[in-house]
């Protein structure tokens, strides 16, 4: 198949004639050139991504998927997979909402563990979650299908606007949402096949070990981080 240049891309897409006609509200044209950039940089990410890929790449991903683990983060645009996986095709079974919560997304995960059978599942947060801060501070503009999807974050606090109180609540969501996974997942848990990690992507450095860093908080209930080091998660 002849591939689609960017140029003609954009010319199905941004058919003036065609579109303004269809739309009952105007475009105006730095709206218009905003979408193209948006475009544009999508486009040509995708390009470079594939053009650094040797020959075969996608072979073993044809017929199926073996991920090593599911992993449940925040939709939030600051914490994205290849910061916790350079190479995630075929690794990781994504879930993402906001506050990385486990009941909004419940289908999702149980697929990931009982039909893709993945040891892992890690719950991840991050610094300044504003699904988190919400929870805080219970804005009331916010839409019912958002305050629904909020609905299971715990928090330790309600001053959003105090940054201890805030670091403090991302990391009772991880629990909260650990302990409600533990619950689901106990009988995987108790046979040895399961292990429910939580974690906190922290690029304010809040826990000293450098900006971007993936500091785990949670195996299997253990929040005490001196056993956490003892089980050596991560060194041998």
């Given at each position: 198949?002849?591939?689609?240049s ?25 709206e218009k ?9 999508v486009i040509?990410?995708n390009?470079?991504f594939?053009k ?10 044809i ?14 645009s600051r ?22 919560q ?9 697929y ?9 599942l890690?719950?991840i ?15 009331a503009?916010?839409?019912p299908?958002i305050?629904?999807?909020l ?12 940054h ?40 304010r ?20 981080l ?9 060194n041998?």
């Amino acid at each position: 198949m002849q591939k689609l240049s960017f140029n003609v891309l954009l010319t199905f897409l941004f058919n003036t004639s065609s579109l303004m006609a269809q739309s009952p509200v105007p475009v105006n044209k730095s709206e218009k050139n905003q979408v193209r950039e948006i475009v544009r940089h999508v486009i040509e990410s995708n390009d470079e991504f594939v053009k650094k890929l040797p020959p075969g790449y996608f072979t073993e991903l044809i017929h199926g998927q073996k991920p090593i683990a599911t992993m449940v983060t925040c939709a939030d645009s600051r914490l994205h997979t290849h910061a916790l996986d350079i190479h995630p095709d075929g690794d990781l079974f994504l879930v993402r909402n906001i506050g990385n919560q486990v009941s909004t997304a419940e289908g999702s995960i149980e697929y990931g563990i009982r039909h893709l059978h993945t040891p892992v599942l890690f719950i991840i947060g991050h610094s300044s979650c504003g699904a988190v801060e919400a929870a805080m501070s219970k804005p009331a503009h916010l839409e019912p299908s958002i305050w629904r999807e909020l609905d299971t974050i715990k928090v330790a606090g309600n001053k959003s606007d105090d940054h201890a109180q805030v670091k403090e609540s991302v990391e009772s969501n991880v629990n909260h949402q650990v302990s409600t996974a533990l619950k689901k997942y106990a009988t995987e848990v108790k046979e040895g096949h399961l292990t429910i990690i939580g974690g906190v992507y922290d690029f304010r450095n809040d826990y000293s070990q450098g900006s971007g860093r993936l500091v785990l908080i949670n195996v299997n209930g253990e929040t005490n981080l001196a056993e956490i080091q003892k089980m050596q998660m991560v060194n041998d």
